[in-house]
């Protein structure tokens, strides 16, 4: 299949387009590169350097004739959110507008949205949240990834589009950028194997679900024929807590320090953890990796030179 996936410079949208191609698909990448990265891209792909809200874009969905649009690009920093939610909104709404606009007029059979499991339920929800939980997005990057799923349904109302929603927990694995700063595997990764202390915010009993970033493209493939019209959590079930995530790492980097300790961030959500059973059954989707299989997987390819 002809498949337009946004984003395919960043971290999951690289490993993404990576697997498409491996199963004998044709790939066009839309990035503008302000956190992915030119090593990223799949040289089998072909590439545009364009904006997600540029006008221009209409000419890549003319060229193309795409059968599947998959949407990885997006503003994903909370705190950049905070600071500017123009920025966000410009980005995650006006932008996915901009491929909702074309993939209509250009007829794609079907678009798969990326929204965040971590933060349109709030901070009430029990625990593991379901698909079905209140929505009470605590930022502005909640509220855009939220808007987007509203588009989806009315985007299928009015348009007739199909579409499926993903709404990832907390994602690790090979591309993730060790230097950014988001991404909390990621950064113990590469101090740890510099033996250079990580900083814990708050007690460290805060827990997140983390899911391993192949898992996560099994969930994108498997959406491509299955899913249609409804959204997903795509997480594992389970609570890591820091702490616990901290001394995995420390076996398997052989770092000897403790971390250091500092006050908690606000806003920072305490618990989260994504209820899979609707994957589980209309997706036929499971994670397959544990928690360790995954961080070995990955502190593996950090350590082979990424840093
Ligand atoms: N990483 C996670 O744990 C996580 C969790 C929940 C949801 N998500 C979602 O998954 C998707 C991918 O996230 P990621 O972690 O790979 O982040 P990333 O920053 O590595 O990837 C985003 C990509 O989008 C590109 N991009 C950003 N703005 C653009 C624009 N205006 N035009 C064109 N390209 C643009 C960036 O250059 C980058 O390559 C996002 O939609 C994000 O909201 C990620």
Same mark, same amino acid.
């Given at each position: 299949m002809k498949i337009l996936v946004t984003g395919g410079a960043g971290f999951i949208g690289a490993n993404l387009v990576n697997a498409l191609i491996e199963h004998g698909h044709d790939v066009v990448i839309i990035d503008n590169?302000?956190?992915?990265?030119?090593?990223?891209?799949? @040289? &089998?792909a072909k590439f545009y350097n364009i904006?997600?809200?540029?006008?221009?874009?209409e000419k890549i969905f003319k060229e193309h004739n795409f059968d599947i649009v998959n949407h990885h690009a997006a503003q994903i920093d909370v705190r950049k959110s905070v600071e500017n939610p123009v920025y966000d909104r410009d980005v995650n709404v006006i932008g996915l507008l901009n491929l909702l606009q074309n993939s209509i007029k250009y007829k794609i059979k079907k678009f798969i949205n990326i929204s965040s499991g971590g933060v349109?339920?709030?901070?009430?929800?029990?625990?593991?949240?379901?698909?079905?939980a209140k929505k009470n997005p605590l930022s502005p990057y909640g509220i855009s990834k939220l808007s987007g799923e509203n588009y989806m349904y009315i985007y299928n109302k009015l348009h007739n589009l199909k579409y499926t929603t993903l709404r990832y927990s907390n994602v690790y694995g090979k591309?993730?950028? @060790? &230097?950014?700063?988001?991404g909390v595997i990621a950064i113990f990764s590469n101090l740890m194997l510099d033996k250079k202390q990580p900083v814990m915010y708050g007690d460290g009993k805060q827990t997140r679900d983390y899911v391993y970033v192949k898992d996560v493209v099994n969930a994108n493939l498997l959406a491509m024929e299955k899913g249609d019209y409804e959204a997903f959590n795509i997480g594992t079930g389970t609570e890591t807590s820091v702490i616990e995530l901290f001394n995995i790492m420390k076996k398997i980097t052989d770092y000897q320090g403790e971390p250091k300790h500092e006050p908690a961030r606000l806003g920072e959500l305490l618990r989260n953890s994504l209820d899979i059973t609707k994957a589980k059954k209309l997706l036929n989707w499971q994670p397959k990796y544990t928690l360790e299989e995954g961080l070995k997987e990955t502190i593996a390819w950090v350590k082979s030179g990424f840093r």
């Open positions: 590169l302000v956190t992915g990265k030119k090593n990223n891209l799949n @040289p &089998k904006d997600i809200r540029d006008k221009d874009i349109i339920y709030g901070d009430d929800a029990e625990l593991p949240i379901k698909e079905t591309y993730q950028d @060790p &230097k950014g700063e988001a």
